[in-house]
């Protein structure tokens, strides 16, 4: 009688985890591969996550494990594109397409097929828009039910790129069943994870795809984001075990966890925060070389690095991001005296601005920097702005005399697209500053290239002339930060040099 207690008793907990962690997870943990449930808190709201055109800033963070692209930028070699949904593509001798190979075998979350007319479909969504990406392809042609043809009005060397970013494929299917309102919030691609369940301000579930293309993955049987916007709160729950990662984590909870030693702290250099003037107003104070030196020289920029970074921000002196130092410049370090000279000289003694700024992530950055230009007799009055109005400023040139803790956004891995998406002259970023003479030249033959040593050559000849001229100021580099559990692995948190998580192949080591 105890021996069938006792069997009834194993079968009951057998039953009961598969119940609770499904078959998957006990052949995962047979392979040493577990799945399981990743959970993880990320510090900012999800909004838009389906809606391609409409997919902003970090809801990217939420949904790179859901939606994919046609290829992506490889995560360690300079210009070099891995395939995803397509498996080749190949640029016409002649230049003028891009023709596209298909992943065969591939079926969106709700059950429908990706070919090459879901391919043109959404490729078609950007041409028509207008927008930045794509802006060189005028037509995509089907050729079969696993080739397309993207024809070009023109190539340059970040062309493909665009194939890369953004242009995420979804269903169009569920798009015509359910309306674009409905996509807005339900992402249905072809991604390892699909949406379980989306609400805001709570939580973002997402479950395995268990028909997704690449066999054997993934390991995790889902991935379930909190919404904490309290870090204290967040820290808490890290340390009972409640979540398994942090997305998001400021540097004075990631310097605590740091000390603590029980979880890892992973930061990654993102966004360069740096100060922003019309130069082009020949009215402004900022058209005149030397106070745009004397701005520099102002600053103690690692001093600034440490107070609003605490140990994570790193002092930046290079106007292109991500460019690696050596392009012949010779840093301007802190040097107040000579901030003095150079403003006497240029006339401008007691000069009084205004300096905004995003309130919350640079509110420490204004009050340190309201007291580096005090020290030179540059009286500067912190006006912060909630994010809306700072998402306009940035895309706007600056008022007068008037100051802009801005940011720069880049990539390790793909220096020369964000350049031209930033600094070419008629972007929609940096309005009102001007570009050194020749600059612009520099960039149009670096775009010619097929070769990216022969284009990073010319952009070190950029970052000369730009840096040289004081084209605006770097401050630093902010690293975005990521904590996790020892129990997670294989997880890569910041793919090509960027917030986009790769986790088709992360597990959880019960």
């Given amino acids: 009688?105890?021996?069938?207690?006792?069997?009834?008793?194993?079968?009951?907990?057998?039953?009961?985890?598969?119940?609770?962690?499904?078959?998957?997870?006990?052949?995962?943990?047979?392979?040493?591969?577990?799945?399981?449930?990743?959970?993880?808190?990320?510090?900012?709201?999800?909004?838009?996550?389906?809606?391609?055109?409409?997919?902003?800033?970090?809801?990217?963070?939420?949904?790179?494990?859901?939606?994919?692209?046609?290829?992506?930028?490889?995560?360690?070699?300079?210009?070099?594109?891995?395939?995803?949904?397509?498996?080749?593509?190949?640029?016409?001798?002649?230049?003028?397409?891009?023709?596209?190979?298909?992943?065969?075998?591939?079926?969106?979350?709700?059950?429908?097929?990706?070919?090459?007319?879901?391919?043109?479909?959404?490729?078609?969504?950007?041409?028509?828009?207008?927008?930045?990406?794509?802006?060189?392809?005028?037509?995509?042609d089907v050729i079969d039910d696993y080739t397309i043809r993207c024809n070009l009005s023109a190539w340059d060397a970040v062309t493909l790129a665009d194939f890369s970013k953004d242009t995420f494929m979804i269903s169009p299917a569920a798009w015509n069943k359910n309306g674009e309102k409905w996509i807005d919030y339900h992402p249905v691609g072809t991604g390892p994870f699909k949406l379980k369940d989306f609400k805001r301000n709570v939580h973002v579930k997402f479950t395995k795809f268990d028909d997704y293309w690449a066999k054997g993955y993934p390991y995790l049987d889902g991935i379930e984001f909190s919404q904490i916007p309290d870090p204290m709160t967040t820290i808490a729950s890290l340390k009972r075990g409640e979540i398994d990662a942090w997305m998001g984590v400021d540097p004075v909870s990631a310097a605590e966890l740091q000390k603590s030693k029980d979880h890892t702290v992973i930061p990654n250099p993102a966004i360069h925060n740096l100060l922003q003037f019309n130069s082009t107003n020949p009215k402004s104070p900022w058209a005149d070389k030397r106070m745009r030196e004397a701005l520099e020289y102002a600053v103690d920029k690692p001093a600034l690095a440490r107070t609003v970074g605490r140990g994570f921000f790193i002092p930046k002196y290079e106007i292109i991001h991500s460019i690696p130092p050596g392009a012949g410049t010779t840093p301007r370090q802190y040097d107040p005296e000579k901030s003095r000279q150079l403003i006497r000289a240029a006339g401008y003694e007691n000069l009084k601005i205004k300096l905004f700024y995003q309130v919350g992530p640079s509110q420490d950055a204004a009050v340190a920097l309201q007291a580096f230009l005090a020290d030179v007799g540059i009286q500067i009055e912190p006006t912060p702005l909630q994010g809306a109005a700072f998402n306009r400023k940035l895309f706007e040139p600056v008022v007068g005399s008037d100051l802009l803790l801005g940011n720069q956004r880049g990539s390790r891995t793909e220096l020369l697209g964000p350049v031209d998406e930033t600094l070419a002259s008629g972007s929609v970023f940096f309005q009102g500053v001007k570009r050194p003479a020749g600059f612009d030249d520099l960039l149009n033959r670096a775009l010619q290239q097929e070769d990216v040593k022969v284009s990073l050559n010319y952009l070190f000849q950029m970052e000369k002339l730009a840096y040289d001229d004081a084209m605006f100021v770097p401050l630093y580099a902010i690293k975005l930060i990521v904590a996790q559990s020892p129990d997670v692995k294989d997880a890569i948190w910041f793919w090509a040099g960027m917030p986009y998580p790769f986790l088709e192949r992360a597990w959880l080591d019960r």
Wanted: proline residues 4%.
């Fill in 1 to 140: 009688m105890k021996k069938v207690l006792f069997a009834v008793l194993i079968l009951t907990l057998v039953c009961g985890f598969l119940l609770t962690h499904g078959v998957q997870s006990v052949m995962s943990a047979e392979k040493g591969k577990y799945g399981g449930i990743l959970k993880m808190n990320h510090s900012k709201p999800a909004g838009i996550i389906g809606h391609p055109l409409k997919i902003r800033a970090w809801n990217h963070e939420f949904i790179d494990n859901t939606l994919q692209t046609l290829i992506r930028a490889s995560n360690t070699e300079m210009g070099v594109y891995e395939p995803v949904l397509a498996t080749s593509w190949e640029l016409a001798p002649d230049k003028s397409s891009y023709t596209f190979k298909l992943r065969r075998g591939v079926t969106f979350h709700d059950g429908t097929p990706f070919n090459a007319q879901a391919a043109k479909w959404n490729l078609d969504m950007w041409v028509k828009s207008k927008r930045p990406r794509l802006d060189k392809v005028t037509s995509i």
